[in-house]
């Protein structure tokens, strides 16, 4: 059972445009999103997060914005650059008291950006 | 600045070899955690620890087993290393709500 799903592999985009990383969740319950960047032979890292009280959380040249009533969340990169080509992860934290601050990850897209 | 260290960069075993995984944090967190990526897949959960000497199964905890016996250090063993447990693994700590912070993970081989 796959509650958060991110259905696109990858995506392939010009550096200066934007980029749009989506995804998908089931369980009602998650209240909070967190986005997370891998560069291979690295550790993810967090980039941003978004609380479901909000529609929209910018830092920078990122922007994730989320629609409750979709259950869909996005990251938008503007402008791109080929230094963001990576896997981007979103993930929720499980719900309840004894999630444990455990995290229900996507299966990650592959973002390449080119010069 | 925060730290997740992982004992190797890259590992090499065969068959049937018992395996030691090390990840240290120090940041005092309480929770810490074990992934494996795996292209498609994602990062899957292996065990967590949310205290010492404190553990629970994952998503996919078979042919696994941990030790926590210091709030900063979480081993992850595999008692009879197979081919399909070749994959990268992830270390992660955390505090009781929020976001993890990762090592920057062992890319194990079995042979």
């Known amino acids: 059972d796959q509650q958060v799903k991110q259905n696109s592999p990858s995506l392939s985009v010009q550096e200066g445009r934007i980029s749009i990383l989506n995804c998908d969740y089931t369980?009602?319950?998650?209240?909070?999103f967190l986005w997370y960047k891998k560069y291979p032979a690295e550790g993810p890292t967090f980039l941003i997060s978004i609380s479901s009280i909000k529609d929209k959380n910018e830092d920078g040249r990122f922007t994730v914005f989320l629609n409750k009533s979709a259950k869909h969340l996005s990251l938008h990169i503007v402008p791109s650059q080929p230094g963001d080509s990576a896997v981007y992860f979103c993930a929720a934290p499980n719900a309840g008291g004894t999630s444990h601050g455990k995290l229900t990850f996507g299966q990650g897209t592959i973002l390449t950006v080119h010069p | 600045d925060v730290k997740v260290t992982q004992s190797s960069r890259y590992l090499v075993k065969r068959t049937g070899e018992k395996v030691f995984l090390e990840c240290v944090q120090d940041m005092d967190h309480e929770n810490m955690f074990w992934y494996r990526q795996d292209p498609g897949l994602g990062l899957r959960l292996i065990y967590f620890?949310?205290?010492?000497?404190?553990?629970e199964k994952g998503d996919i905890p078979e042919g696994y087993s941990v030790s926590r016996e210091k709030k900063e250090r979480f081993s992850l063993i595999l008692e009879s290393a197979s081919t399909n447990q070749t994959s990268m693994y992830l270390c992660?700590?955390?505090?009781?709500?929020?976001?993890?912070?990762f090592g920057p993970g062992t890319r194990l081989t079995v042979l």
């Open positions: 620890s949310y205290d010492v000497k404190m553990k």
């Open positions: 992660a700590s955390s505090p009781p709500w929020g976001e993890q912070f």
């Open positions: 369980n009602s319950m998650f209240d909070y």
